[in-house]
């Protein structure tokens, strides 16, 4: 079984400062995905960026990146410069490797409040 | 471009009536998810489809639930005997198979039983 944990039920940052969102995972799979999704208020799930198990780097998409470290079984959300409109819930979510790619396992979600 | 629709966006019902809600993912997807998600909680994995097959279903799925995808298209989630403990945010998910391909998601449809 796969499970996700997101223990910080809220997180407020400054415009323009960087913020992380921590996630840590267990699973017993080789191989994995890991995700971040944004949810806004109006309910729908956002895609910002993946992690696969066996990728080297650290995956990067613009403002987003995800921390990972294999080791401590983490995949910590860092957004650069943030602004007003990434105010949100996000959600890390894994998935295993093989024919049940593409099946999610979500945390409980972390609520971030950019204030101006 | 299309994203994943998701019809109704909002039902409200009686207890004990019986609801449909449709799901139409991107056309060139071959995976088709449905997830629920509870107020404060993340969505939790229902049920998927490959094509037209059904391949996995979640514990959640009681009997009361059914999921289709008759043509590999679009999919419908029934839920019979609605009961309150139903209410919950219904989310739609396509993604095309294979590694290293994230799930594009629905906006939703909002049930609530009353």
């Known amino acids: 079984a796969q499970k996700i944990t997101q223990t910080q039920p809220g997180m407020f940052v400054q415009e323009k400062e960087a913020v992380t969102l921590d996630c840590t995972y267990d699973t017993s799979d080789p191989s994995y995905g890991l995700f971040w999704y944004k949810q806004p208020s109006s309910g729908e799930m956002i895609f910002l960026i993946y992690q696969g198990s066996y990728d080297q780097q650290n995956a990067t998409e613009g403002r987003y990146s995800l921390n990972f470290q294999k080791a401590r079984k983490s995949a910590n959300l860092v957004i650069s410069a943030s602004q007003l409109g990434d105010s949100a819930m996000y959600f890390c979510?894994?998935?295993?490797?093989?024919?049940?790619?593409?099946?999610?396992?979500f945390g409980q979600g972390t609520i971030l409040t950019v204030h101006p | 471009d299309t994203g994943v629709s998701q019809n109704p966006r909002h039902k409200i019902t009686k207890r004990g009536q019986n609801v449909t809600f449709r799901c139409d993912p991107i056309?060139?997807?071959?995976?088709l998810y449905w997830y629920r998600q509870t107020l404060g909680q993340g969505p939790e994995f229902l049920t998927y489809?490959?094509?037209?097959?059904?391949?996995?279903k979640s514990r959640l799925l009681s009997d009361r639930f059914s999921a289709e995808r008759p043509k590999g298209s679009f999919s419908t989630l029934e839920i019979q005997r609605t009961e309150q403990g139903d209410s919950a945010m219904y989310l739609c998910a396509s993604s095309l198979g294979g590694a290293n391909t994230e799930a594009f998601f629905g906006q939703g449809t909002r049930l609530t039983v009353v």
């Open positions: 056309s060139e997807h071959n995976r």
């Open positions: 979510a894994m998935s295993p490797g093989g024919t049940s790619y593409g099946k999610l396992t």
């Open positions: 489809f490959q094509n037209e097959a059904q391949l996995e």
